[in-house]
C-alpha cells in the first residue's frame, strides 16, 4: 500500500495527462453522429456514405497500430502523442472546410485515422505502465476513463455548438476545445519512462538509449513466441466484438423489445457513469488481487445482459437493468485487456505488443456491430445474438481463465525512476 501512494505522489501528473489523451477517443466514437443530420441536409449524402467515415478510420488503426507501437518503443511516448495530439486536432478542425464532394470526407477521415495512431490507448498505457507497479490497476483505470468522462459532456456541448452556430463552427469549437486542454497537459506532464524522467529530483544520468535497453517485459521477439499474447489479442476481440455490438445496437434493441425510444436514450445516459465506476472498481481488484482471474470475471461480463433481454419480461425494469451491466461491463472488459497485457508482456516493447492487441479489439469494433444488425436483419429479432455472445464471453473468459500466473519482469530490473542514485547505470539488486 505504500508503494502504490507513493507512485501515485511522485507520477499523478502523468495520469491525468493521460487522461487528457484518452478522451479524445470520443470525438469519433460519440460526438461524430450528432453531425449525421446536418451534413445530410447540407449535402444531401446518404447516412451511410456519411458513417463510413468510421469504417475508414477503424481499418486504418487496426492496420497500424502494431507499427506505430513500434515507434513508440523505439522513441518514447512523449514524442508520438504530442505529434498525434496536434495532427488529430487540426484534422477534426479542418473538417469545418470540406466541400460538397462525400470524397472530401471520406479523405479527412483517412488522414485523421493516421493522426490518432498516435493517440491510441497504448501511447498512454506505455507512459503509466512505466512507472506505476503496485498502484497500476487503478492508475489504467483512471487513463481508460477519460473516454468515459469525454462522453459525458461531449454529446450536450456538440449539440449546443451545432444548433447555435452551425456544424461548421461545431467542428472548429470541438477540436479548440480539446486542444486547448489536452495539448498543454501533454506537453507539461506526459513523459515515459525512457523519456528525460519525469520526477525532478531523480539522479539517473544514463541516457535514453539505455533506459529503454534496461525496462522491464518482453522484447517484441520474445512476446511473438508467447501464448499470452495470442489468447490475450482473442479475448479481447471475442470481448470487444460483443460489447460493441450491443453498444451500438442498445437502443434499437430496447426500442424493438417494445420500450418507448425516448425513455431508451434518456436512460443510455447511464452507460458512460458506469462505465467510469465499473473501471476504477475493476482497476482497484487488480492492484490487490494479484491474478489474472480477476480479468476472467471482467471479460465474461457481457453474459449478464445478454440474460436479462433473453429472459426478463420487456419493460421499463428490464431496460434499466441490461443498461446498467452494459456499462459496468464495458468498463471492466476495457480496463481488464489493457492491465492484462502491461503484467504479461512488460514495458519493454509493450507499445509494439499491446498494438497487436488493440489491432484485434478494432477488428472487434468492426465485426460486432455488422453481425448484430445481420442477425436482426434475417431473423428480424436480436434473440439469436443474445444467445450467441453467452458462449463467446464464455470463452473470452476462459482464455483469460488459462493465462497462469504473471512473469516477474522486475525481478531482474528495477523500473528505470526507481534506480540506485549513485549505480544510475545498472540495474538495482534486489
Partial sequence: ???????????????????????????????????????????????????????????????????????????????????????????????ATIGSSIWSWWGMWLLIGIAALGIKPTVWSKAVTSFFRQGRGLALACMASGTGLATIVLPSYNHFLIETFGWRMAFLG?????????????????????????????????????????????????????????????????????????????????????????????????VGVLAVVSRLTVGWIFDKVQHPAVGTISIALPIMPALVLLLVEPGIGMAILAIALLGIAIGGEYDAVIYLSSRFFGVKAFGFLFGIVASLMLAGVALGPLLAGLVFDHSRSYDIYYAATIPVSL????????????????????????????HPGTPAKR
Fill in 1 to 95: 500500500m505504500g508503494v502504490a501512494r507513493e507512485e501515485w505522489r511522485q507520477h499523478w501528473k502523468i495520469v491525468v495527462a493521460a487522461v487528457a489523451g484518452v478522451s479524445l477517443g470520443a470525438i469519433p466514437a460519440y460526438a461524430m453522429g450528432l453531425f449525421i443530420h446536418p451534413l445530410e441536409e447540407a449535402f444531401g449524402w446518404s447516412r451511410a456514405g456519411i458513417s463510413l467515415s468510421l469504417t475508414i478510420y477503424a481499418v486504418v488503426g487496426m492496420l497500424g497500430a502494431p507499427w506505430v507501437g513500434m515507434l513508440i518503443d523505439r522513441f518514447g511516448a512523449r514524442k508520438i502523442s504530442l505529434i498525434g495530439v496536434s495532427l488529430f486536432c487540426s484534422l477534426i478542425a479542418l473538417l
Fill in 174 to 270: 470541438t477540436a479548440g476545445a480539446f486542444a486547448l486542454v489536452v495539448l498543454p497537459l501533454v506537453w507539461c506532464w506526459f513523459f515515459d519512462a525512457s523519456d528525460r524522467p519525469a520526477d525532478p529530483t531523480s539522479t539517473d544520468l544514463r541516457s535514453k538509449a539505455e533506459r529503454l535497453r534496461d525496462m522491464p517485459g518482453w522484447t517484441a521477439h520474445e512476446g511473438l513466441r508467447r501464448r499470452a499474447l495470442y489468447q490475450i489479442g482473442l479475448a479481447a476481440l471475442l470481448a470487444t466484438g460483443v460489447i460493441t455490438g450491443y453498444s451500438l445496437h442498445i437502443v434499437p434493441m430496447l426500442t424493438h423489445a417494445g420500450i418507448e425510444r425516448g425513455e431508451v436514450v434518456k436512460l443510455f445516459s447511464m
Fill in 395 to 422: 470463452l473470452a473468459g476462459l482464455l483469460v481463465a488459462t493465462l497462469g500466473r504473471y512473469p516477474d519482469h522486475e525481478a531482474a530490473v528495477e523500473p528505470v525512476h526507481q534506480r540506485a542514485p549513485d
